[in-house]
């Protein structure tokens, strides 16, 4: 409830734990907005922390399947900017999305996964994720940082992602052949 009306009901709900008054706040609330069914969006509301959708710290939540996300607060934090830091990685990353417009349904840059920063998240409309390294080109750091974002992502979300590293050019086509063929790595050069 917080995450969505922060600053749109002038301060008057402000859920600080699990507390009688805080459900009274929200019932008011919800009364305010529809006074014939203030119950109709209980599971609306309550569903993204069922689901696990919705987390208290951050690198846990799972924006992209709430549908409150458009109206979160925590959501716009994940989602802000879209657009990697590095100029010449986000150019790089832009051209791969527009490759694979057909193929994702949504995308995150800059995602904290524990330790970690992942360049991107991508979410596949078939419901399968990939954490994504961007790089100018293929390299030993690459292939470690995407390993790393693959573990945190699966110690943090309890679900295998694809790794895929996006980069501009690649000098040895070998190497690329045995990261996807052996450690089952995606190289798309963009």
Same mark, same amino acid.
């Not at 969505?4 to 008054?21: Q, T």
């Not at 790089?92 to 524990?114: K, S």
């Given at each position: ?10 301060? #008057? %709900?402000?859920?600080?734990? %699990? ?7 929200? #019932?008011?609330?919800?009364?305010? &907005? ?15 922390? &069922? ?21 979160? #607060?925590?959501? #716009? ?14 150019? &790089? ?89 052996? %450690? ?7």
């Amino acid at each position: 409830m917080n995450r969505v009306f922060d600053g749109k009901d002038e301060g #008057r %709900l402000r859920v600080r734990s %699990l507390r009688w008054e805080d459900v009274e706040a929200a #019932r008011e609330l919800m009364r305010e &907005i529809n006074p014939r069914d203030p119950a109709k969006y209980d599971y609306v509301f309550s569903r993204p922390s &069922i689901m696990g959708y919705c987390a208290p710290h951050f690198e846990e939540r799972v924006c992209t399947y709430c549908p409150l996300r458009e109206l979160c #607060r925590s959501s #716009r934090q994940v989602r802000l900017g879209r657009a990697l830091r590095s100029r010449v990685e986000g150019a &790089i990353l832009r051209r791969c999305l527009e490759t694979w417009r057909d193929e994702v349904a949504d995308y995150e840059v800059e995602v904290p996964l524990g330790r970690y920063r992942a360049d991107a998240v991508v979410h596949y409309r078939w419901c399968e994720h990939a954490v994504v390294e961007v790089e100018r080109e293929l390299n030993d750091a690459s292939v470690g940082q995407v390993l790393k974002y693959r573990r945190e992502y699966y110690r943090l979300r309890g679900e295998m992602p694809r790794a895929v590293i996006a980069v501009e050019k690649v000098n040895d086509d070998g190497l690329r052949r045995e990261l996807e063929s052996e %450690l089952g790595l995606k190289v798309i050069v963009c």
